[in-house]
């Protein structure tokens, strides 16, 4: 099936009933990981929060749910990262499971685990729905749940936008390459 966003085309790549089914594996192995320890997943928005949304459904243990939103300037290649909502918690001493919609180059991911660290958590983890392997430009080695593994394709749906919209898409669809 195909869509149309603004003036791209977009192929479905993941249907929501396959994502349903890998979000149940990943809520069913932080149950496991985290029991007796009372977890706070930080949903990075904006694109996370439809997955956190499916995968906090899945976890039957204690966990508190809190946001972070930042915002990157993508236009003038500087790479600069900042706070656009910081977290709101007191994270030293608890388990921290960052949830992100998808891990391109990292950066930020980067930037949000050290802001994390630098508040002296028990533990810190990273789940994320989609990772795209050769794009990502330092290793994390907090990644340790990761729904899928994707290719360097432009990706929308499923919380994920293009130029702000798509995100309502209960599927997620690859960008087609223009014909020339
Ligand atoms: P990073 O390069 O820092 O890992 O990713 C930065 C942000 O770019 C992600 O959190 C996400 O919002 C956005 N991003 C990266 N790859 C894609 C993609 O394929 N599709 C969409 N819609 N956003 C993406």
Partial sequence: MKIQIDDKDFDLMLEYDQIKKRIRLIGIQLNVDFENRIPVFIGVLTGSFVFL?????????????????????????SGVITDEMAISMNLKDRDVIVVEDIVDTGKTLK??????????????????LLFKPNAVENEIEELTYVGFEIPNDFVVGYGLDYNGLGRNFKDIYKAVPKQR
Wanted: aromatic share 6%; net charge neutral; proline share 2%.
């Fill in 53 to 77: 949304g499916d995968l906090i459904k899945e976890i039957t243990i204690a966990s508190e749910v809190t946001f972070v939103k930042v915002k990157s300037y993508t236009g003038d290649q």
């Fill in 111 to 128: 930037y949000v685990l050290e802001k994390i660290k630098a508040q002296n958590p028990a533990s810190l983890n990273v789940c994320t």
